[in-house]
């Protein structure tokens, strides 16, 4: 009886994973700006791998990484659900839209100066 019920939680919570890796897929396919943070994404990984980043500032950039993706996703998941809800131009649904672009903004400009400031001087001591 015990077993079965963990069972049942395990394939519950497979659902759930299943339906949160649609939700990506359906990110990647349709939102042009969630690719754009994925291709940058790869190039970070790189030039870290090449500039040899400690464990410390792996965490921290794997934390930026992480921050956009989520404020980019929520962003969306937002979007999505102002259509749904109000299809016709209201500026309540414009101003919420804006803000929810904001966090995006936020979390850019956050892991830009991070970026900056982890890469830009192993970058000038790899080329000097
Ligand atoms: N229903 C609406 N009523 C009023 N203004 C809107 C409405 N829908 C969108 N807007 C305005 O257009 C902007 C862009 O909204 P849209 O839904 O097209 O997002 P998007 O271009 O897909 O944004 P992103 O690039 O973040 O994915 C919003 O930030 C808002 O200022």
């Known amino acids: 009886m015990r077993s079965n019920l963990g069972g049942k939680s395990r394939k519950r919570r497979s659902i759930g994973f299943s339906f949160a890796w649609n939700g990506l897929m359906e990110m990647i396919k349709s939102e042009r700006n969630f690719r754009i943070h994925l291709i940058v994404t790869i190039i970070v990984i790189t030039l870290g791998a090449l500039v040899g980043l400690s464990h410390l500032e792996w965490m921290i950039t794997t934390l930026v990484i992480g921050t956009v993706l989520v404020a980019e996703t929520t962003n969306t998941a937002v979007e999505k659900l102002i259509d749904y809800l109000k299809p016709d ?4 649904a ?34 000097l």
């Open 94 to 127: 414009k101003v919420i839209k804006d803000i929810a672009a904001g966090a995006v903004l936020i979390a850019a400009i956050t892991a830009f100066i991070i970026g900056c400031l982890l890469f830009i001087p192993k970058v000038y001591h790899l080329l």
């Open 89 to 92: 131009i209201h500026p309540s």
